[in-house]
């Protein structure tokens, strides 16, 4: 609450503390007012239903949270970016993690910024509005720094404690658009991320997948989309055995896709 002031609220004892006269009173109450309605969007309200509003509510909150590299070569000129524009157009993001660990919030958790653009995970085709955007600076090239994957990992218990994102649901931009995305890259600790408790990893010791196992299928249980396979192949592996998208590679699973999707399945399961 901004405004704790007695006469605003019209208490019987106002007066006393504040001799204000009834004019002045009017005048403060609409600047009041108007200031409050600036601040504030009124809600949206469907004219064809008359407004009975029930106070069991809360905002909306994202479902996932994605991973990005800023592929250029410093906060200040991402900083720039994520306000501005780049080549396809305006981009934001809600978080900005430096090199060394400091962190930047450019759009409120509440709020829907544009980092996903087209893409789909699982159901999800509007990744934008179901998501939190984070922009690692990394040019791309470089290993992950540890001090930037501790603020990272320490970031993320906040999101999934505060806004209730499942713990598992953390992927990379690379993961809903592989047909047009790479980041965060073949670099990234996706194994020491889950350590920490965050994402997906196969653990255990990785057995073959049983006969009449469907490796697609686990795929698309996982998350992926299939309308592209060899992309979301490529991307599967970048994320899961660090294999670079720019390598030339079988266009169906191999062995040891199939072991990994298998123990993946296994964990989704539990
Ligand atoms: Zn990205």
Redesign the pocket.
């Given at each position: 609450m901004l405004f704790d002031y007695p006469s605003a609220q019209g208490t019987p004892h106002g007066s006393t503390f504040f001799p204000i006269p009834m004019s002045m009173k009017y005048i403060i109450t609409i600047t009041l007012s108007m200031v409050l309605a600036a601040c504030s969007t009124a809600p949206v309200r469907n004219p064809q239903a008359k407004w009975v509003p029930s106070p069991n509510r809360d905002a909306r909150r994202a479902l996932v949270i994605?991973l990005?590299?800023t592929q250029q070569d410093s906060v200040q000129e991402s900083l720039n970016t994520l306000r501005t524009a780049n080549s396809q157009g305006k981009v934001s993001a809600h978080y900005l993690l430096g090199k060394d660990g400091r962190l930047y919030q450019l759009v409120a958790d509440s709020q829907r910024a544009w980092?996903a653009g087209g893409g789909r995970w699982g159901t999800i085709t509007d990744l934008n509005s179901a998501s939190i955007g984070i922009?690692i600076d990394n040019n791309g090239i470089d290993p992950y720094p540890d001090v930037q994957i501790e603020a990272l990992i320490a970031l993320l218990q906040d999101l999934t404690t505060r806004l209730r994102i499942p713990r598992h649901q953390i992927i990379g931009?690379s993961d809903l658009a592989p047909s047009r995305?790479v980041?965060p890259g073949a670099h990234f600790p996706w194994k020491r991320l889950h350590e920490a408790g965050f994402g997906i990893w196969p653990s255990g010791e990785l057995t073959d997948a049983p006969e009449g196992f469907d490796p697609w299928l686990a795929m698309a249980a996982i998350g992926y989309s299939l309308s592209d396979r060899p992309a979301a192949l490529r991307a599967f592996r970048m994320r899961f055995r660090a294999i670079p998208a720019t390598q030339m590679q079988p266009p169906e699973p191999d062995d040891e896709d199939r072991r990994i999707l298998y123990a993946l399945s296994r964990e989704l399961l539990r």
């Open positions: 994605v990005h590299y980092h922009e931009h995305k980041d």
